[in-house]
């Protein structure tokens, strides 16, 4: 089991870059695909970005073009570079390892961190 720990959330101005980060424990991590979803209040929990373990990259379709996903498996992280913020981005984030092919929408896979709170002010 991979344990995950998010670091970066904060509360950021609308229009503006932040950067969320995401460092694992374990052997598994540079095998999976690693990425966040996000939970607004009142919603359901939706993928923001994935990144498999070759370099493969999964967007939701709210975020494409303003969120870049990467990730560094010689320091066990994955981070997401969030820029052109807007309110409705305001969620917890969560990070999330699990195999590639059961990257999607929704679904209780893997392994999960245990959140950091953005809140983008307008």
């Known amino acids: 089991q991979v344990q995950l720990e998010e670091s970066g959330g904060g509360l950021v101005q609308a229009g503006g870059s932040h950067r969320l980060s995401c460092t694992a424990s374990?052997?598994?991590?540079?095998?999976?695909?690693a990425g966040w979803y996000r939970q607004a209040p009142g919603k359901q929990r939706e993928l923001v970005a994935f990144?498999?373990?070759?370099?493969?990259?999964d967007y939701g379709d709210s975020v494409k073009g303003r969120f870049t996903i990467s990730r560094d498996d010689a320091r066990n992280t994955v981070y997401l570079q969030m820029n052109s913020l807007k309110s409705e981005d305001t969620a917890v984030y969560y990070c999330?390892?699990?195999?590639?092919?059961?990257?999607?929408?929704?679904?209780?896979?893997?392994?999960w961190g245990q959140g950091t709170q953005v809140t983008v002010s307008s």
């Open positions: 990144i498999s373990s070759t370099g493969l990259m």
């Open positions: 374990g052997r598994t991590f540079s095998r999976n695909a």
């Open positions: 999330n390892v699990r195999p590639w092919s059961l990257v999607g929408p929704i679904g209780d896979y893997g392994s």
